[in-house]
């Protein structure tokens, strides 16, 4: 239960709800023991009343008035019940979203070395599956636990008032349900664990071949792909039937338990009757009500400990990604200005879960204003600097600095703020290309996001589509070649107007015009912004104030064009094979 004490900042906000819930529930119960009290009463009087005890006229105005009172408490119950489950259950809905938001919000302040190290598909599950299970606990298992703790009092002592030793006859095989629903419920879950295993790998399986479709038809593995997923579909129903076979026994069991208290109650009532030891065959039939409002609630026992187990166990994984300290912290509240005066100091970082060193000792300074190319070979850390600027990750040794200040001095959200990365991988939302663009700048307007599309040379193909800007993009909607990605993806950091452009490699599904086109935009867009550019391209890097080369994390050329094409080396060679290609 230690891992669920983590609910009970909850359980405290919602307190008027669950102290107003557990009162109704409380009420709720005690109308419904209306029912077998007067039921007895009904068989009193129609005992004296054949004992000729009391007149016809008395016989009917008693039983009138017992059946009023049933239903009148079934009714006043019912309603309780109603208003039980929308304060208990409802706080446990609320628990749920409360929930949810904070661990959504935990997971975007987690670093990106958190998302390398856990899988996707387990962050889903902890917001998802996780977070229901201990729903369950938060609301059905709190709700039946007063339910039959309140029950369970009050019958046990009506009945004790009613028959001691009936009481004691019929509460013995209680104990036994509750113990079979456990065992029982435990086994169902186990299964359903494993079906639920199955069932995400069959729509993890059909939602790869889908994504992967051309592949699969282009290759002709349409067979083959059936087959596997034939394979995985009869072990998923094979589990699904074991899973209902062990299901199966919940009832009869219940059935099997409820009538040997029956019996018991019929067998030993009538036995304490014949001798007198009970006064009216009316405590029989209340007794009989008895062991039924008594069955759901012990069999509930079984049920809840198990939900509370599951909780528990669902709770930890919760709580082991809540309790996580993000490792990119922010340690200055007050508003920083950010200048682009950006300078790296000896920088060397190595990436955590690979242990690859992509930076060593590197030290380079940009001006504010100037722009600044990457060029080397792939892998040899130029995505690395652009991550460590926008504090991606912290440097392991050395220092970053802008304005002079050490960058995890600034403050994170103004220093974020103040970058319009554009990344390798061009990301687009499933939204419309107006809502891709002006997510850099969510106050944006439609002539702030024509004008960005223009500048990064992809207005004319939006207005190509039959739905102009608001064309859906992705799953639901079409999808965009490379180069058009990588300009919408462009146009998103334009529309930012940010302090510092940070562009990683993302004019390499472009054709060189266009790219042309684009730097001349983006050379009369950053006038007085810090560019840094990352490519594999000469034409990219030529108008840079200042060029460096990388090789292996290290730093092995440094100037500008000029002087770069005269001396030997990886730049002056890939200007010659690219100058080459262009003849
Ligand atoms: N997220 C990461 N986790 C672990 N290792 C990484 C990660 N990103 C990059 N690396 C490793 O760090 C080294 C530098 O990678 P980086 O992406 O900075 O190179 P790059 O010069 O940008 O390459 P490319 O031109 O192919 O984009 C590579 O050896 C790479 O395998």
Redesign the pocket.
Known sequence: MKALLHLNKYFYKYRSHLIIGIIITIVARLFLLYTPRYVKEIFTVIETYFAGDITKEVFKNDLFEAILYIVGAAIIGAILTFFMRQTIINVSRYIEYDLKNEIYEQYQKLSLNFY?KNRTGDLMNRITEDVTRVRMYAGPAIMYSINTITLIIMVIFYMYKASPKLTLYTLVPLPILSIIIYKLSKEIHNRSTVVQEYLSKLSTFTQESFSGISVIKAYGIEAQTSKNFKELAIESKNKQVSLAKIQAWFFPMMILLIGSSNLLVIYIGGMQYINSEIESIGTIAEFLMYVNLLTWPVATVGWVTSIVQQAEASQKRINEFLNIEPEIKNENNTETNIEGDIVFNDVSFT?D??N?E?LKKVSFTIKAGETLSIL?K???????ILDLIGRLYDVNQGSITINKIPLNKLNLYNLRDSIGYVP?DAFLFSDTIKNNISFGKIDATEADVIEAAKNAQVHKNIIKFKNGYDTVLGERGITLSGGQKQRVSIARAIIKSPKIFLFD?CLSAVDTETEEKILKNLNKISKNKTSII?SHRVSSAKNADKIIV?DDGKIVQEGNHDSLINVDGYYKELYLKQLSETV
Do not use: E, F, H
């Open positions: 390398k990436y879960d690979t690859i992509a080397g792939t892998g040899s850390g130029k995505s690395t390798q490699d990352v990388l």
